[in-house]
């Protein structure tokens, strides 16, 4: 179990709980198509993520209906807080020496049921999994995600939940140093290259959240076996775990995140290291990317 500190009470000044208010849902058929998104771990990164199209582009396929109240959980508050205070933990890191240092800006953390509609990238359903938007700096989550990702995808655990929210603040940290807006454009000049640079920023971004639990661990606060449940949890969203689960064919060419190995030993190499440096994915070999 991870051990955070308590910050005095109380929840992150940069955390949004709009659960409960409603929001967009799903309707026509995009259920078929969401229900394999929300296992790719979509990110939102605004073409750095999700194959190389832009968040708004995908949201915008999805028609939307109504927007019934999502219901809140009380079962659910314990997470609420877990999340908060692994948000401030996670931004205290990259806000130091060690991290980015004083030109860290914090990201916000916003909490939602069923669907959201964002500041930068249009509506989304629940059904695409966590994800960060650049256009407006936030990382947005609905708890749910978090039952599927343990019952669905046998990654349990609280380390396995913070490891999510690390990844997220990783892409907020990319969209800080533009490497986001420099892979966009990579992207659009040659297409070719779309899937292979949307799978070498996921896997920076699960390099960055090893880092972070490399500090987390230094500090005290990461217990036996919590490693584990984030090594499981990054490959639990692997795409090639993905394919299998949804009983298609393995296709490489396809991926947009990495495969299980790949995004597992990405993790482990800035968690083993905690360093910043070991991440440079985009000189890194393809095959030390799985691809």
Not at 18 to 37: F, Q, S
Not at 97 to 107: F, I, L
Not at 239 to 262: F, K, L, Y
Request: aromatic share 8%.
């Amino acid at each position: 179990m991870v051990k955070f500190r308590n910050s005095g009470g109380g929840l992150s000044r940069n955390l949004e709980d709009r659960r409960g208010r409603g929001g967009m849902v799903a309707g026509g058929g995009a259920v078929g198509i969401i229900g394999l998104l929300i296992t790719l771990f979509l990110n939102a990164q605004g073409g750095g993520g999700g194959g190389g199209i832009d968040i708004t582009d995908i949201f915008s396929q999805i028609q939307t209906g109504g927007s019934p109240s999502g219901t809140v959980d009380p079962a659910d508050e314990p997470l609420v807080e877990e999340m908060s205070q692994a948000l401030d933990d996670i931004q205290s890191f990259w806000a130091t020496d060690a991290g980015r240092g004083a030109s860290y800006q914090d990201a916000k953390l916003v909490l939602f049921t069923n669907g959201v509609s964002t500041g930068g990238c249009g509506n989304a359903p629940s059904s695409v999994g966590p994800f960060y938007c650049p256009g407006d700096s936030q990382v947005y989550i609905d708890l749910a995600f978090f039952k599927e990702l343990a019952r669905r995808f046998g990654a349990p655990g609280d380390f396995a939940r913070v490891y999510v929210l690390a990844h997220e603040i990783g892409h907020h940290v990319q969209n800080l140093d533009g490497t986001n807006q420099a892979v966009r454009e990579l992207q659009q000049s040659d297409p070719s290259r779309q899937n292979e640079l949307s799978v070498r920023m996921e896997l920076q971004a699960d390099c960055f959240a090893g880092v972070w639990g490399s500090s987390a661990q230094e500090r005290g606060l990461i217990e036996p076996g919590d490693l584990e449940e984030g090594l499981g949890a990054a490959a639990a969203v692997g795409d090639d775990r993905i394919q299998e689960q949804a009983g298609a064919d393995v296709e490489p060419e396809s991926w947009t995140h990495g495969s299980s190995d790949a995004r597992r030993r990405w993790f482990r190499a800035g968690f083993d290291s905690g360093d910043l440096a070991r991440c440079d994915t985009f000189t890194a070999d393809p095959a030390d990317l799985g691809l």
